[in-house]
């Protein structure tokens, strides 16, 4: 479906929406792996185009444990680990704060291919496991999802 929508010639892969997030970006945070590879293998949607906050792609699937995900946009983001989004936080940091070991086992990794510095990244004072959960709200500033009954804030 997204290989027909993308042959559409009125339709804009870059175009984005009020906070400044691209289809890739969407996919990304949703971890709609299959949907990402499409995006990137079109080339249209720079990976690191930034949302309102600073946010690439990868810091969307990184905040969500959408390893799979991340594992496509790493070669392709040209976003250094080190970088930082509008809260200051990298992708490490985000990675340790919602505990997904996968996800920071591919950023160490990445770091390690790309001679990239990991430093300024102490362990947040608090691992908050945030579950990406489908149905749930999600916070517009971090694209973290929100169960109901959290108190999680950004």
């Avoid at 175009?15 to 499409?38: C, E, I, K, Q, Y």
């Avoid at 990406?132 to 916070?139: M, P």
Wanted: proline residues 6%; glycine residues 8%; aromatic residues 6%.
């Amino acid at each position: 479906v997204v290989n027909i929508l993308l042959g559409n010639a009125g339709v804009q892969p870059t175009r984005t929406d009020r906070l400044g997030r691209t289809a890739l970006f969407l996919a990304s945070r949703m971890g709609h792996h299959n949907v990402v590879r499409v995006l990137l293998a079109d080339g249209r949607t720079p990976p690191e185009a930034k949302d309102w906050r600073g946010s690439t792609s990868l810091f969307a699937a990184v905040r969500n444990g959408h390893a799979e995900v991340a594992e496509l946009l790493l070669p392709a983001a040209g976003t250094a680990i080190e970088d930082q989004d509008g809260f200051g936080r990298t992708l490490i940091w985000w990675a340790r704060r919602t505990g997904n070991s996968r996800v920071l086992q591919l950023l160490v990794q990445q770091a390690e291919r790309t001679s990239s510095p990991i430093h300024g990244n102490a362990a947040p004072p608090e691992t908050i496991s945030a579950p990406f959960i489908y149905q749930s709200a999600w916070c517009d500033a971090c694209t973290l999802s929100i169960p109901e009954s959290c108190g999680y804030s950004c």
